[in-house]
T-cell receptor, first 114, second 114 residues
Framework: NAGVTQTPKFQVLKTGQSMTLQCAQDMNHNSMYWYRQDPGMGLRLIYYSASEGTTDKGEVPNGYNVSRLNKREFSLRLESAAPSQTSVYFC?????????????FGPGTRLTVT | AQKITQTQPGMFVQEKEAVTLDCTYDTSDQSYGLFWYKQPSSGEMIFLIYQGSYDEQNATEGRYSLNFQKARKSANLVISASQLGDSAMYFCAMRVSNDYKLSFGAGTTVTVRA
């Protein structure tokens, strides 16, 4: 039981390049989330998927797109990376049928855009 | 929109002593949940404890307890008998009503001294 997995763990991009961050969970959770973590700002929600087939914007969606590929997988795409997107990205998942709906997090992806 | 405030950027505590981490929140919802997460230097996010707004008793999980004062809108985390392994960043987070999204505070770094 791996929980939430993310790939890659580290990535360096040049400005304007694109990439996709992959996330998968094996806990049969309905909801999945993408956050970014910047120093002094806690975690901020980029996008989330309340259930398979739905996605919604979070607090900081600009410059990102997401795909809920199936119940297990939720990917985050940067179409044209910018230095402001240098951050640590976390994927998380949670149940929606039994409380308290705590979120389980992946190990994170450290992204640097030069 | 929900807001979580953690006013202590960093704290030092002596091994075996207790430490209290402050968290205040702002919401107009009557039904909400409060969470604490731990982030060690390795980077993963670990769920520690949960308190529901209608829970009459303060939540406890081992050495962690949540001092919930609803009228003051505070949900402070108390770590008793601190251990060196408690050195980490701690985040307070909130969910409202039937929304599964979390709003996070900026975090508090705890350093335990031997």
């Amino acid at each position: 039981n791996a929980g939430v997995t993310q790939t890659p763990k580290f990535q360096v991009l040049k400005t304007g390049q694109s990439m996709t961050l992959q996330c998968a969970q094996d806990m049969n959770h309905n909801s999945m989330y993408w956050y970014r973590q910047d120093p002094g700002m806690g975690l901020r929600l980029i996008y989330y998927s309340a259930s398979e087939g739905t996605t919604d914007k979070g607090e900081v969606p600009n410059g990102y797109n997401v795909s809920r590929l199936n119940k297990r997988e939720f990917s985050l795409r940067l179409e044209s990376a910018a230095p402001s997107q240098t951050s640590v990205y976390f994927c998380a998942s949670s149940a929606t049928d039994t409380g308290p709906y705590e979120q389980y997090f992946g190990p994170g992806t450290r992204l640097t855009v030069t | 929109a929900q807001k979580i405030t953690q006013t202590q950027p960093g704290m030092f505590v002596q091994e075996k002593e207790a430490v209290t981490l402050d968290c205040t929140y702002d919401t107009s919802d009557q039904s909400y949940g409060l969470f604490w997460y731990k982030q060690p230097s390795s980077g993963e996010m670990i769920f520690l404890i949960y308190q529901g707004s209608y829970d009459e008793q303060n939540a406890t999980e081992g050495r962690y307890s949540l001092n919930f004062q609803k009228a003051r809108k505070s949900a402070n985390l108390v770590i008793s008998a601190s251990q060196l392994g408690d050195s980490a960043m701690y985040f307070c987070a909130m969910r409202v009503s039937n929304d599964y999204k979390l709003s996070f505070g900026a975090g508090t770094t705890v350093t335990v001294r031997a």
